[in-house]
Protein backbone atom coordinates (compact mmCIF):
# COMPACT_ATOMS: atom_id res chain seq x y z
CA UNK A 1 0.00 0.00 0.00
CA UNK A 2 1.22 3.37 -1.09
CA UNK A 3 1.84 6.09 1.44
CA UNK A 4 -0.83 7.98 -0.39
CA UNK A 5 -3.21 5.21 0.62
CA UNK A 6 -2.73 4.68 3.52
CA UNK A 7 -3.49 8.40 4.46
CA UNK A 8 -6.42 9.06 3.07
CA UNK A 9 -9.36 9.61 4.59
CA UNK A 10 -10.89 6.01 5.74
CA UNK A 11 -15.26 5.59 5.70
CA UNK A 12 -16.11 5.57 8.49
CA UNK A 13 -17.22 2.02 10.08
CA UNK A 14 -20.81 1.39 10.68
CA UNK A 15 -22.35 2.08 14.17
CA UNK A 16 -21.83 -0.59 16.75
CA UNK A 17 -20.07 -2.33 14.19
CA UNK A 18 -17.83 -5.52 15.64
CA UNK A 19 -14.17 -4.01 16.43
CA UNK A 20 -12.07 -5.72 13.76
CA UNK A 21 -10.15 -8.44 15.80
CA UNK A 22 -13.30 -9.41 17.13
CA UNK A 23 -13.61 -13.47 16.18
CA UNK A 24 -17.07 -14.73 14.17
CA UNK A 25 -19.02 -17.80 15.15
CA UNK A 26 -17.74 -19.43 11.83
CA UNK A 27 -14.22 -18.63 12.89
CA UNK A 28 -14.06 -21.36 14.63
CA UNK A 29 -10.55 -23.28 15.93
CA UNK A 30 -9.05 -25.39 14.01
CA UNK A 31 -5.82 -26.29 16.18
CA UNK A 32 -5.17 -29.95 16.43
CA UNK A 33 -3.75 -31.68 19.40
CA UNK A 34 -0.04 -30.48 20.02
CA UNK A 35 2.59 -33.08 20.26
CA UNK A 36 5.61 -32.61 21.87
CA UNK A 37 9.04 -33.35 19.66
CA UNK A 38 12.96 -32.54 20.82
CA UNK A 39 12.55 -28.95 19.67
CA UNK A 40 9.34 -28.40 21.45
CA UNK A 41 5.49 -28.36 20.88
CA UNK A 42 4.11 -28.65 17.53
CA UNK A 43 1.28 -29.48 15.54
CA UNK A 44 1.35 -33.17 13.48
CA UNK A 45 0.67 -31.04 10.23
CA UNK A 46 2.23 -28.56 10.72
CA UNK A 47 2.82 -26.21 8.11
CA UNK A 48 5.22 -22.96 8.02
CA UNK A 49 2.52 -20.40 8.77
CA UNK A 50 1.77 -21.54 11.99
CA UNK A 51 4.47 -20.03 13.65
CA UNK A 52 5.47 -16.93 13.49
CA UNK A 53 9.31 -15.29 13.03
CA UNK A 54 10.68 -16.62 16.04
CA UNK A 55 9.47 -19.83 16.05
CA UNK A 56 6.63 -19.62 18.35
CA UNK A 57 3.81 -21.66 17.40
CA UNK A 58 -0.25 -20.02 16.58
CA UNK A 59 -3.62 -21.27 17.32
CA UNK A 60 -5.42 -22.18 13.86
CA UNK A 61 -8.66 -20.79 13.66
CA UNK A 62 -11.05 -19.73 10.28
CA UNK A 63 -10.76 -16.80 8.73
CA UNK A 64 -14.42 -15.98 7.93
CA UNK A 65 -14.66 -12.47 9.09
CA UNK A 66 -18.24 -11.46 9.12
CA UNK A 67 -19.73 -14.82 8.91
CA UNK A 68 -22.14 -16.18 11.55
CA UNK A 69 -22.37 -13.50 14.29
CA UNK A 70 -19.61 -11.92 16.26
CA UNK A 71 -17.78 -13.12 19.43
CA UNK A 72 -17.41 -10.19 21.05
CA UNK A 73 -14.49 -10.32 23.52
CA UNK A 74 -12.52 -12.76 21.92
CA UNK A 75 -10.01 -11.46 19.86
CA UNK A 76 -8.30 -13.78 16.13
CA UNK A 77 -5.55 -14.41 16.96
CA UNK A 78 -4.59 -13.81 13.28
CA UNK A 79 -5.85 -10.57 13.20
CA UNK A 80 -4.61 -9.19 16.86
CA UNK A 81 -1.55 -10.35 15.69
CA UNK A 82 -1.80 -8.60 12.35
CA UNK A 83 -2.85 -5.12 13.90
CA UNK A 84 0.21 -5.01 16.28
CA UNK A 85 2.83 -5.67 14.15
CA UNK A 86 1.39 -3.12 11.60
CA UNK A 87 0.56 -1.05 14.30
CA UNK A 88 -3.16 -0.51 13.31
CA UNK A 89 -6.39 0.23 15.33
CA UNK A 90 -7.54 -2.82 16.54
CA UNK A 91 -11.51 -1.71 16.20
CA UNK A 92 -11.26 -0.37 12.58
CA UNK A 93 -7.93 -1.77 11.38
CA UNK A 94 -7.32 2.17 10.26
CA UNK A 95 -3.59 3.19 10.99
CA UNK A 96 -3.30 3.72 14.61
CA UNK A 97 -3.04 7.42 15.73
CA UNK A 98 0.54 8.56 15.90
CA UNK A 99 1.92 12.10 16.82
CA UNK A 100 5.21 13.13 17.68
CA UNK A 101 5.08 11.62 21.16
CA UNK A 102 4.39 8.78 19.93
CA UNK A 103 1.26 6.10 18.97
CA UNK A 104 -1.62 6.19 20.86
CA UNK A 105 -2.39 2.58 23.16
CA UNK A 106 -5.10 2.26 25.95
CA UNK A 107 -4.37 -0.01 28.81
CA UNK A 108 -5.00 -1.30 32.00
CA UNK A 109 -3.53 1.66 34.73
CA UNK A 110 -0.77 -0.48 36.28
CA UNK A 111 1.01 2.04 38.05
CA UNK A 112 1.04 0.09 41.17
CA UNK A 113 2.84 -2.76 40.49
CA UNK A 114 5.16 -1.83 37.55
CA UNK A 115 8.20 -0.48 38.70
CA UNK A 116 9.55 2.66 35.86
CA UNK A 117 5.76 3.06 35.05
CA UNK A 118 4.83 3.00 31.89
CA UNK A 119 8.46 2.49 30.46
CA UNK A 120 8.71 -1.03 29.16
CA UNK A 121 5.14 -2.19 30.13
CA UNK A 122 4.22 -5.26 28.43
CA UNK A 123 0.53 -5.34 26.63
CA UNK A 124 -1.48 -7.72 24.55
CA UNK A 125 -4.17 -5.08 23.56
CA UNK A 126 -3.15 -3.21 20.23
CA UNK A 127 -3.09 0.39 19.39
CA UNK A 128 -6.17 2.61 18.73
CA UNK A 129 -6.97 4.97 15.97
CA UNK A 130 -8.35 8.52 18.02
CA UNK A 131 -11.80 8.23 16.76
CA UNK A 132 -12.25 4.63 17.92
CA UNK A 133 -10.26 5.16 21.45
CA UNK A 134 -13.76 6.77 23.03
CA UNK A 135 -15.66 3.09 22.11
CA UNK A 136 -13.07 0.87 23.25
CA UNK A 137 -12.80 2.62 26.50
CA UNK A 138 -16.68 2.87 26.52
CA UNK A 139 -17.11 -1.02 24.89
CA UNK A 140 -13.92 -2.99 25.03
CA UNK A 141 -14.88 -6.16 27.54
CA UNK A 142 -11.63 -5.83 29.26
CA UNK A 143 -11.27 -2.09 29.29
CA UNK A 144 -14.56 -1.12 30.07
CA UNK A 145 -14.17 -3.38 33.29
CA UNK A 146 -10.87 -1.84 34.78
CA UNK A 147 -9.16 1.53 34.81
CA UNK A 148 -7.35 2.70 32.18
CA UNK A 149 -4.85 4.93 30.80
CA UNK A 150 -4.08 6.24 27.44
CA UNK A 151 -0.45 6.55 26.44
CA UNK A 152 1.59 7.67 23.62
CA UNK A 153 4.60 5.31 22.85
CA UNK A 154 7.47 6.51 21.12
CA UNK A 155 9.36 3.52 20.33
CA UNK A 156 6.55 0.45 20.88
CA UNK A 157 8.29 -2.79 20.20
CA UNK A 158 6.80 -6.23 19.78
CA UNK A 159 8.79 -8.17 22.80
CA UNK A 160 6.97 -11.28 23.51
CA UNK A 161 3.56 -13.40 22.76
CA UNK A 162 0.88 -14.40 25.78
CA UNK A 163 -0.56 -18.05 25.25
CA UNK A 164 -0.53 -21.33 26.89
CA UNK A 165 2.47 -22.73 27.84
CA UNK A 166 2.91 -26.44 27.90
CA UNK A 167 5.08 -28.68 30.14
CA UNK A 168 6.07 -32.67 29.52
CA UNK A 169 4.74 -34.66 32.76
CA UNK A 170 5.69 -37.98 32.25
CA UNK A 171 6.21 -37.93 29.03
CA UNK A 172 2.75 -36.07 28.56
CA UNK A 173 2.05 -32.79 27.42
CA UNK A 174 0.08 -31.01 30.23
CA UNK A 175 -1.30 -27.30 29.81
CA UNK A 176 0.62 -25.19 32.61
CA UNK A 177 -1.49 -22.30 32.32
CA UNK A 178 -1.45 -19.21 29.98
CA UNK A 179 1.24 -16.52 30.52
CA UNK A 180 3.64 -13.51 28.66
CA UNK A 181 6.69 -15.49 27.41
CA UNK A 182 9.48 -12.96 26.28
CA UNK A 183 11.25 -13.23 22.71
CA UNK A 184 13.96 -13.64 23.96
CA UNK A 185 13.08 -16.31 26.74
CA UNK A 186 14.31 -19.57 24.13
CA UNK A 187 13.65 -22.32 26.39
CA UNK A 188 10.02 -20.96 27.52
CA UNK A 189 9.24 -20.13 23.56
CA UNK A 190 9.63 -23.93 22.38
ZN1 LIG B 1 -9.97 2.94 14.65
Not at 21 to 42: K, N, Q, R, Y
Not at 93 to 116: F, H, K, Q, T, Y
Request: with cysteine; proline share 11%; charged share 25%.
Amino acid sequence: MSAGQETAPRPLPKPGAPPYTDCWSEEGLLTPDVIATPHGIAFPDEVPLDRDRWGVLWVRRALRRGQGKPVYGTAHTQRQRDVMRRLRCHVCNGPADRDDRGVLWVIEDRRGDWEDWPEGVPTVHPPLCLRCAPRAVRECHYLARTTWVALRVSNPEIVGVYGTVYQLTRGELVPAGRETVRYDDLPALR
